[in-house]
């Protein structure tokens, strides 16, 4: 490791109430956020000079983060917003590093939150939806909603290397009993792989479990230069290293439907943050489906290609196994936070504050994120100083 | 309730028209003989914004599939269960099809058949996958 006494450091987490909560909207959730990532941190709204947040995407707004800031009394001296779904922490982050380092701002906050759930229930369609652009060549065929993209993947990864319900469900169950170790987590109940396997198809090859929730959402973060860190009352978490990928725009016409981003951003990170796969300690990875995280573990290189499956057995992915992924649940089972949540788990566990589902000695983190159907994915690390 | 339908855009015409017709036209690059799906206007390998419509073979294979249990739309949810599948045409180019004339539990990755047509509006007819039984 080299020179991390100088990188930008997260400072500040917040969470919303998650889940259901009823009467909230996408600006009240990321509000809420925001003042308890402020509060964490020990500043107040008129020691932020960087913002960036994600328009909600059931009511796409021009100018998302300068609403947010207005709200919250910011004076800003960099702000934009940036919105790559569960990309979005991510690569927020990467970009408030850069305008920290570039010396544009001095404390930034990223903040954004969704009523997906509660909205789910009482669509407003005269506020829109957003795009994602390849709607017309899926829907009218009846490919419609999430799932069948990466069902799609998950079906040919099945069938390339033999990767079976069993091991998908393991992916479930683990992060299913580390939801049941986080208080705030939306999945109150154990699920054992027999639940799975007895668990209603949604789209085939994944039943209900493989699928992300849908939660109302509020997340927030906020980051400053090691300078300023040291002064704060958190243990500073610092930004090592970050990598992005754009491996396609649309996976379907992909030779190699069973890859994802992973290959490329994984090894850019680990290159800026000058460490390698074996120093890490946890990692929380983009969760929208089992299957996701799966091909993740291959192509980051945490086993070889097609052996995901049975990487993933034997414990070796929860708390007190050898790698521990998405100890707060995850998207699968915690809440839908469109990435948010991994970070501010890996920031939990950097600090020592993760209660029962603490991993020994947690050094280094991995997070990443994930968006379109594994059209963009991004690397992230995190360490103690 | 009604499903989703396409926009037919000056990019994407040729391809409805085709369908209308009973001809799965796709779009190949004059410069560098690449196929392309969706319609776009201009060719992802080579940047050339030149693409003649042309005639495919209707007839491929299935490159993967899933089977929806669930609706996601409340158009669909008298069909279900369906498949979908990303059909892979002889040509290389792969489409996201809905299969037709198959019972569910033959369907493999690997299993050929052709291109058929469904007539949904007096604009919109869309192209299907029938599997060789």
Known sequence: MKNHREKPCIVGIGESELGQVPQSTSLGLTVQAALRALEDAGLAPHQVDGCLSKPPYQEPTFLFTDQLAATLGLRLRYGHDLHAGGCTPVLALANAVRALEAGLCHTVLIAFGENMFTHSKTPRPMHGKLHWGYEDWEEPFGLVGPPAGYALAAKRHMHRYGTTADQLGTIAVTQ??????????????????????RSPWIVEPFRLPDCALVSDYGGALVVTTAERAADLRQKPVAVLGYGESHPHRYLMQEEDLTRCGAIESGPAALRMAGVTLHDIDFAELYDSFTYTVLVQLEDYGFC?????????????????????????????????????????????????????????????????????????????????? | MEKPLPLITPDTAPFWEGCRNGQLLLQRCTACGAWRYPPAPVCPGCASPVAAWTPTSHSGQIHSFVIYRRAFHP??????????????????????????????????IGTRGEIRFTRFTDEITLPVFAPRL
């Open chain 1, 176 to 197: 299913r009993q580390h939801a049941l170790l986080n208080q705030g987590a939306q999945m109150r109940r154990p699920l054992t792989l027999d639940d799975y396997l």
């Open chain 1, 304 to 385: 070889a290609k097609g052996e995901g499956g049975a990487f993933v057995e034997g414990g070796r992915i929860a708390v007190g196994g050898a790698l521990p992924v998405n100890t707060h649940g995850g998207l699968l089972s915690q809440a839908h936070a469109d990435g948010m949540l991994h970070v501010t788990e890996a920031v939990k566990q950097l600090r020592g504050q993760a209660g029962p589902r603490q991993v020994a000695n947690a050094h280094l983190g991995l997070v990443s994120g994930g968006a379109g159907v594994l059209a963009v994915h991004a690397s992230l690390l995190l360490g103690t100083t």
């Open chain 2, 75 to 108: 158009a669909y949810a008298a069909e279900v269960p369906y498949a979908v599948a990303l059909v892979e045409l002889d040509e290389g180019i792969r489409l996201l099809l809905r299969i037709v004339d198959c019972p569910l539990e033959t369907l493999t």
